[in-house]
C-alpha cells in the first residue's frame, strides 16, 4: 500500500500538532539544534543580507565567529561600512520549527515573528550552503535573512574591515578571501565551506525553507514515496524528540510510537484524505486524528536506525537453516523466511507457502492464506536466541 497513505507517514507528529506557520505551510529547520550547534561551534558563518531594506548593504560580506562558549564575535556591515559587535548565540530546540538560530535571548521556545534573531535554520551538506529565514509579520510571508556557508578560518577581508575585532588564538585567517562583496569572496575560495559533516545526511525531508523554495513543493510526491521506501522498518524522530517506527505493508500502513524503553505504545494507521491531497494518522489509543497535506515538508528526521524487530526479520533471513516456531495447534514447524514476504513451512504432508508481515509489533504469519499465526516481537527474540546489539 505504498500509495497515498503511505505518503503521510513521516509527517505526522506524535502530539498531532500539524504546525501551519503561514499558507505555504510549515517551515522546519533542516535539521535537528544539537546538528547546528555542532556546525557553528568554533567556525565561522560567512553571510549576506540580501533582503535588507539598504541597498547599499545588499552582497557585502558579513562574518559570524560562533565560540564554543556562547559568544559571537561579528564584522557586521550596517549603514554603509563594516563595524565590529558582539552577541550571543544558541541553536534552541523548537516543536513548531524543528530548530531555531537564536543570537540574542535564550528563550527555549522563541516566536520568529516576535522577537530578533529567532529563526529556522537550513544547511546543505551537497554545497554547504547555510541560510536562516525570518517571518514578516505584516505581510505573514518568510524571507531569506541571511544567505551564506560555514567555514573554518576568518576571511582576511574581515581581518582588514574591523582590525579591532579580538579573535580567538589559533583561528586561521583565510589569505585567499580578499573581497568585501559577497559573490567575489565566495569564488575566491571554493574549498572553504564545509560539506558532509556528520550526521548532515540526517536531514528533514523537503525542509530547505519556505522562502528559498519560492512557492514549489517543500516534497513532491514522488520525492515523498522515495525516502518512505528507503525507511521502512526505520525509526524516526519528530519535533519533540518521540520516536516512530515506518512500518509499510501491502495492505495497510502504520506508524509506531515507541516509549522511552522502546517498547510500542500505540500504532498509527494512515487513511488518505481530501481526495488524496491529505493523509490522517488514526492511532488506535490515543485520541488524536492528525493530517498531513503531501507536498509540505516531514517534521520528522531519520536517525539511520533500522528498529531491533525489522533487524530480527534480517537475522531470519539469513539463517541458512529454518527456524522452529509454534504455529496453530502444531508446537513445533519448521520455517524458511525470504526478504521479499515469503515463507515456506515445512509439514509432516509436504512443504507449505506463507506470507509474513509486521503489525502492531508483531509478527504475522500466514500460512495457504488462511491461518495465521502473531508473535510479539521481543517474545520471538526469546524464542529463538536473538538479541538486539
Known amino acids: ?47 549576506e543580507r540580501p533582503n535588507t531594506r539598504r541597498a547599499g548593504d545588499r552582497n557585502m560580506v558579513w562574518a559570524h565567529y560562533h565560540g564554543p562558549d556562547g559568544a ?62 525570518a517571518l514578516e509579520p505584516a505581510s505573514g510571508t518568510w524571507k531569506v535573512a541571511s544567505r551564506g556557508w560555514v567555514q573554518e578560518s576568518w576571511p582576511r577581508a574581515m581581518k582588514d574591515a574591523c582590525p579591532d575585532l579580538e579573535l580567538p588564538q589559533g583561528l586561521p585567517v583565510n589569505e585567499k578571501q580578499t573581497s568585501i562583496l559577497f559573490h567575489e569572496l565566495m569564488a575566491q575560495d571554493a574549498n572553504a565551506p564545509v560539506r ?92 488524536l486524528r492528525p493530517r498531513y497535506r503531501i507536498g509540505n515538508p516531514l517534521p520528522f528526521l531519520p536517525t539511520g536506525k533500522r528498529f531491533a524487530a525489522m533487524r530480527l526479520t534480517d537475522w531470519l533471513i539469513a539463517r541458512t537453516e529454518p527456524v522452529t516456531l509454534p504455529f496453530m495447534d502444531r508446537a513445533a514447524v519448521a520455517f524458511r523466511f525470504m526478504a521479499d514476504g515469503a515463507l515456506t513451512a515445512e509439514l509432516e504432508d509436504g512443504a507449505s507457502a506463507g506470507a509474513w508481515r509486521w503489525s502492531r509489533g508483531e509478527l504475522i504469519v500466514t500460512l495457504d492464506g488462511r491461518a495465521a499465526n502473531s508473535y510479539p516481537w521481543r517474545a520471538l527474540a526469546g524464542h529463538v536466541g536473538w538479541r538486539p546489539e
Open 72 to 133: 559571537l564575535l561579528a564584522c557586521a556591515h550596517l549603514g554603509g561600512a563594516h563595524a565590529s559587535a558582539s552577541a550571543r548565540w544558541r541553536i534552541v530546540p523548537s516543536r513548531r520549527f524543528r530548530a531555531l538560530y537564536n543570537y540574542v535571548g535564550p528563550d527555549m521556545e522563541p516566536d520568529p515573528s516576535q522577537r530578533r534573531g529567532h529563526t529556522p535554520i537550513f544547511y546543505d551538506p551537497d554545497t554547504g550552503g547555510l541560510h536562516n529565514e
Open 1 to 47: 500500500m505504498l500509495a497515498a497513505a503511505a505518503m503521510a507517514t513521516a509527517s505526522l507528529a506524535a502530539d498531532g500538532a500539524m504546525a501551519q506557520t503561514a499558507p505555504a505551510g510549515p517551515n522546519y529547520s533542516s535539521h535537528a539544534a544539537a546538528f547546528f550547534t555542532g556546525l557553528l561551534k568554533g567556525r565561522v558563518w560567512i553571510l
Open 196 to 287: 558532509g559533516l556528520p550526521g548532515a545526511q540526517l536531514r528533514g525531508p523537503g525542509a530547505a525553507g519556505i522562502a528559498a523554495l519560492n512557492g514549489r513543493p517543500a516534497l513532491p510526491a514522488v520525492a515523498l514515496k522515495g525516502f518512505l521506501a528507503d525507511n521502512d522498518g526505520r525509526v524516526l524522530v519528530d519535533n519533540t524528540g518521540a520516536r516512530h517506527v515506518l512500518v509499510l505493508g501491502r495492505d495497510r500502513d502504520e506508524l509506531w510510537l515507541l516509549d522511552p524503553e522502546g517498547a510500542i505504545a500505540d500504532t498509527g494507521h494512515l487513511v488518505p484524505a481530501a481526495g488524496g491531497a491529505e493523509i490522517a494518522l488514526h492511532y488506535e489509543r490515543l485520541p
